[in-house]
């Protein structure tokens, strides 16, 4: 794999430095547990740190180690590898991974670092990634002009139509929409290049579209031999924004052969700021020396003993400094351009396996036994766990003074972490996939007659909620329990209309209390309502069996083979519930669904946007059901003061946290480690901190095995 990847790398005009990156990109398979023998002097300043932690026994006062686990290889995914790429350049914002491959998932989440590979394709976006970084850092983006991002229209997501070489055809009414990262709220400027095929009196519509709301339109008259830009001026909140272009006037005469259809080569989005902010300071945090006439690799060689260790997340040897110096010296010998041959060294540390991957040595990969992290190793860990991007300056040099082996030491650690706004990362990546509201997205699509109040402006509110309401487990000291319980959320005015509680003062999002609401905690919230709901009906089998993976970690069994899963057609005169008691009737759906449907019913009060109801199919609504052990409630308030107190939910919490934290998934092997992980959370309260302090400081989280070697 590792030649694999630095072979296909730069495609440079230096025969020789290719050879230097084979050497600096050195151990490159040692992340499932070996290491090659090429790794030389590096495994020692890998375990840097690891000699005090002992490996006799769990340091924390835990269970005996025995099998703590290990992790493969780690790729950092889409999320990790933008975030590390902000941080690593000092605040820098530039969009690097829009283009990027969807991450697979693996046990509910999209950093299991086993589904975590890397293909030909990948990797050319990886290069094409870190040339725009190193532009934006190296010359300030082109001077300020605004921070300018384009995105090609055939590599967006369409409803519509084909690609046509190099632009996205919509041959009927439709839309091709692409993702932005939006750093900043505020005004933005975003253009589309597009033209028509004309036909009909009128020229074709164009309507841009951010997250399915529309905000202008114009009309393409320009032909395919001469495209022109459209451009709007248009708001914009900061995350991850769907920005469309969309044909809304289709025309077509059969007898006439006329067709009118419009077609979109990209979208661009500009910032009405600067580039970067502090663009000026992240060069100067780079190159952090002028280069001497005569000895421009003495600066050379500060520049990437000052960067490197960050970019790579532990000290270097000096053969890796010397062979990356060295490299820079093919590079500016040839063109005599020093900056150009510190972006020719920067571009290969940002395509190193020691970059792109989160490694871990064995330093005896022959024996079996388990063996602590080294410090760096531990600390990014822990920032990937908390942050879902590299250490900063604060972890980096607790990793250096060897105090990350101390369990007060990371605990203190945690708990500062938490407090930095980088720990939003936590509800994005960790609550995001874990409690779906990463699944609240603008395309879900609702019956328009049956539920004519829900659009794009609401569905934004629902997935708003979540992330607030997520977000003060973060920041504030509150069990996780009251996930479950809780009896006030975070609305604007649309969503309080919704729920039928007052509208907060102001504009935007404030809390409320939910009395009288008939509501608790994120279960009953509309935006995960509407995910497990079909687009006519609510669907008791998806609520009930996302109960059952995500708070109770018991999944059912696949349904057998041939077996109808449609959903019923809703029926005026019958409630869902009598609906799925004639499906029951099936003796090969009743063994699963006995388990799913009596979850899943007690959320039958809230219809497929999640609208609170009294009545189904004319009939009052019956939200009564049971646990899997046969524990009854009357409805859903019921049912989530049951759960949160159950051991089940906070032992699958941990499961669930523990699974994240660690990028691997459960292993029977470590059930002693989460019997102590939930003791001593539930000690402290059971808060987020008190989860993710219990995890940091097990053995799981501190050690490792290596990997098992074939006989």
Same mark, same amino acid.
């Given at each position: 794999?590792?030649?694999?990847?630095?072979?296909?790398?730069?495609?440079?005009?230096?025969?020789?430095?290719?050879?230097?990156?084979?050497? !600096?990109?050195?151990?490159?398979?040692?992340?499932?547990?070996?290491?090659?023998?090429?790794?030389?002097?590096?495994?020692?300043?890998?375990?840097?740190?690891?000699?005090?932690?002992?490996?006799?026994?769990? $340091?924390?006062?835990? *269970?005996?180690?025995?099998?703590?686990?290990? +992790?493969?290889?780690?790729?950092?995914?889409?999320?990790?590898?933008?975030?590390?790429?902000?941080?690593?350049?000092?605040?820098?914002? =530039?969009?690097?991974?829009?283009?990027?491959?969807?991450?697979?998932?693996?046990?509910?989440?999209?950093?299991?670092?086993?589904?975590?590979?890397? !293909?030909?394709?990948?990797? $050319?976006?990886? %290069?094409?990634?870190? #040339?725009?970084?190193?532009?934006?850092?190296?010359?300030?983006?082109?001077?300020?002009?605004?921070?300018?991002?384009?995105? $090609?229209?055939?590599?967006?997501?369409?409803?519509?139509?084909?690609? +046509?070489?190099?632009?996205?055809?919509?041959?009927?009414?439709?839309?091709?929409?692409?993702?932005?990262?939006?750093?900043?709220?505020?005004?933005?400027?975003?253009?589309?290049?597009?033209?028509?095929?004309?036909?009909?009196? #009128?020229?074709?519509?164009?309507?841009?579209?951010?997250?399915? =709301?529309?905000?202008?339109?114009?009309?393409?008259?320009?032909?395919?031999?001469?495209?022109?830009?459209?451009?709007?001026?248009?708001?914009?909140?900061?995350?991850?924004?769907?920005?469309?272009?969309?044909?809304?006037?289709?025309?077509?005469?059969?007898?006439?052969?006329?067709?009118?259809?419009?077609?979109? #080569?990209?979208?661009?989005?500009?910032?009405?700021?600067?580039?970067?902010?502090?663009?000026?300071?992240?060069?100067?945090?780079?190159?952090?020396?002028?280069? *001497?006439?005569?000895?421009?690799?003495?600066?050379?060689?500060?520049?990437? $003993?000052?960067?490197?260790?960050?970019?790579?997340?532990?000290?270097?040897?000096?053969?890796?400094?010397?062979?990356?110096?060295?490299?820079?010296?093919?590079?500016?010998?040839?063109?005599?351009?020093?900056?150009?041959?510190?972006?020719?060294?920067?571009?290969?540390?940002?395509?190193?396996?020691?970059?792109?991957?989160?490694?871990?040595?064995?330093?005896?990969?022959?024996?079996?036994?388990?063996?602590?992290?080294? #410090?760096?190793?531990?600390?990014?860990?822990?920032?990937?766990?908390?942050?879902?991007?590299?250490?900063?300056?604060?972890?980096?040099?607790?990793?250096?003074?060897?105090?990350?082996?101390?369990?007060?030491?990371?605990?203190?650690?945690? +708990?500062?972490?938490?407090?930095?706004?980088?720990?939003?990362?936590?509800?994005?990546?960790?609550?995001?996939?874990?409690?779906?509201?990463?699944?609240?997205?603008?395309?879900?699509?609702?019956?328009?007659?049956?539920?004519?109040?829900?659009?794009?402006?609401?569905?934004?509110?629902?997935?708003?909620?979540?992330?607030?309401?997520?977000?003060?487990?973060?920041?504030?000291?509150?069990?996780?329990?009251?996930?479950?319980?809780?009896?006030?959320?975070?609305?604007?005015?649309?969503?309080?209309?919704?729920?039928?509680?007052?509208?907060?003062?102001?504009?935007?999002?404030?809390?409320?209390?939910?009395?009288?609401?008939?509501?608790?905690?994120?279960?009953?919230?509309?935006?995960?309502?509407?995910?497990?709901?079909?687009?006519?009906?609510?669907?008791?089998?998806?609520?009930?069996?996302?109960?059952?993976?995500?708070?109770?970690?018991?999944?059912?069994?696949?349904?057998?083979?041939?077996?109808?899963?449609?959903?019923?057609?809703?029926?005026?005169?019958?409630?869902?519930?009598?609906?799925? %008691?004639?499906?029951?009737?099936?003796?090969?759906?009743?063994?699963?669904?006995?388990?799913?449907?009596?979850?899943?019913?007690?959320?039958?009060?809230?219809?497929?946007?999640?609208?609170?109801?009294?009545?189904?199919?004319?009939?009052?609504?019956?939200?009564?059901?049971?646990?899997?052990?046969?524990?009854?409630?009357?409805?859903?308030?019921?049912?989530?003061?049951?759960?949160?107190?159950?051991?089940?939910?906070?032992?699958?919490?941990?499961?669930?946290?523990?699974?994240?934290?660690?990028?691997?998934?459960?292993?029977?092997?470590?059930?002693?480690?989460?019997?102590?992980?939930?003791?001593?959370? %539930?000690?402290?309260?059971?808060?987020? %901190?008190?989860?993710?302090?219990?995890?940091?400081?097990?053995?799981?989280?501190?050690?490792?095995?290596?990997?098992?070697?074939?006989?």
């Amino acid at each position: 794999m590792g030649v694999a990847l630095t072979t296909t790398t730069l495609r440079r005009k230096h025969a020789g430095a290719c050879a230097l990156l084979l050497f !600096t990109g050195c151990y490159t398979g040692v992340g499932a547990g070996g290491r090659d023998d090429a790794a030389g002097e590096g495994t020692g300043v890998a375990t840097e740190g690891a000699d005090d932690a002992g490996t006799g026994g769990s $340091e924390s006062g835990g *269970v005996e180690v025995e099998d703590p686990g290990r +992790v493969t290889l780690h790729r950092l995914n889409r999320a990790e590898y933008g975030n590390t790429i902000r941080d690593l350049f000092w605040g820098l914002e =530039v969009s690097t991974t829009e283009n990027f491959p969807a991450d697979d998932h693996s046990f509910g989440f999209d950093n299991i670092a086993d589904v975590l590979s890397v !293909t030909p394709l990948l990797f $050319e976006l990886y %290069e094409r990634a870190v #040339d725009g970084v190193l532009d934006a850092a190296l010359t300030g983006g082109g001077g300020g002009g605004g921070e300018t991002v384009r995105g $090609e229209a055939e590599t967006g997501t369409a409803d519509a139509g084909q690609a +046509v070489d190099n632009a996205w055809l919509l041959s009927s009414a439709g839309a091709v929409s692409l993702p932005f990262e939006v750093a900043e709220p505020g005004d933005y400027t975003i253009r589309v290049r597009a033209w028509q095929q004309a036909a009909g009196p #009128d020229a074709a519509e164009l309507e841009l579209q951010v997250d399915g =709301v529309a905000h202008g339109t114009a009309s393409v008259t320009a032909l395919e031999g001469a495209p022109e830009i459209y451009e709007f001026t248009v708001p914009l909140v900061a995350g991850s924004r769907s920005i469309a272009a969309a044909f809304t006037n289709d025309f077509y005469d059969e007898a006439a052969g006329d067709d009118r259809n419009l077609a979109v #080569d990209w979208i661009e989005l500009e910032s009405e700021g600067g580039v970067v902010p502090g663009a000026d300071d992240i060069r100067a945090n780079l190159l952090v020396c002028d280069p *001497v006439a005569g000895d421009e690799a003495a600066c050379t060689r500060t520049v990437l $003993e000052t960067f490197v260790p960050r970019a790579w997340r532990r000290p270097l040897t000096p053969g890796e400094l010397d062979g990356l110096v060295a490299l820079a010296e093919s590079a500016r010998t040839e063109d005599g351009d020093w900056e150009g041959s510190i972006r020719h060294a920067l571009k290969a540390v940002l395509l190193s396996p020691h970059f792109i991957f989160r490694v871990e040595i064995d330093p005896e990969p022959e024996s079996p036994d388990a063996h602590p992290l080294s #410090d760096y190793e531990l600390a990014s860990r822990l920032s990937y766990f908390l942050w879902s991007s590299m250490p900063d300056d604060a972890l980096f040099a607790a990793a250096k003074a060897g105090e990350l082996h101390d369990p007060a030491t990371l605990e203190a650690q945690v +708990v500062r972490m938490l407090a930095d706004p980088r720990a939003e990362a936590l509800m994005a990546n960790f609550a995001g996939q874990w409690l779906y509201i990463r699944a609240v997205v603008p395309d879900i699509v609702k019956n328009a007659e049956l539920y004519p109040g829900y659009d794009a402006e609401l569905n934004a509110a629902m997935r708003t909620e979540m992330e607030l309401f997520f977000q003060s487990f973060v920041t504030e000291r509150r069990s996780l329990r009251e996930l479950l319980t809780a009896d006030e959320s975070y609305v604007d005015a649309r969503l309080a209309a919704h729920y039928g509680v007052p509208a907060p003062a102001g504009d935007g999002f404030a809390p409320v209390s939910l009395a009288g609401a008939n509501r608790r905690g994120i279960m009953t919230m509309a935006g995960l309502m509407t995910v497990l709901s079909h687009p006519d009906t609510s669907s008791p089998v998806k609520r009930g069996k996302w109960v059952l993976e995500q708070l109770l970690c018991t999944p059912p069994a696949p349904p057998p083979p041939n077996v109808d899963v449609d959903p019923p057609v809703p029926m005026p005169d019958a409630s869902v519930r009598e609906q799925l %008691e004639q499906h029951r009737l099936n003796p090969s759906c009743a063994g699963c669904h006995n388990l799913i449907d009596p979850l899943g019913l007690g959320l039958e009060h809230y219809d497929a946007v999640g609208a609170y109801r009294a009545n189904d199919g004319g009939k009052p609504v019956d939200a009564s059901g049971n646990m899997p052990d046969g524990t009854t409630f009357t409805d859903a308030l019921d049912m989530v003061a049951l759960l949160a107190e159950r051991e089940d939910f906070t032992r699958c919490t941990v499961r669930h946290a523990t699974t994240y934290a660690l990028g691997r998934g459960p292993l029977d092997e470590d059930e002693p480690y989460l019997d102590e992980i939930l003791a001593r959370a %539930e000690a402290g309260g059971f808060t987020l %901190e008190d989860l993710a302090v219990a995890i940091t400081t097990s053995d799981l989280f501190r050690m490792r095995r290596p990997e098992e070697t074939s006989p």
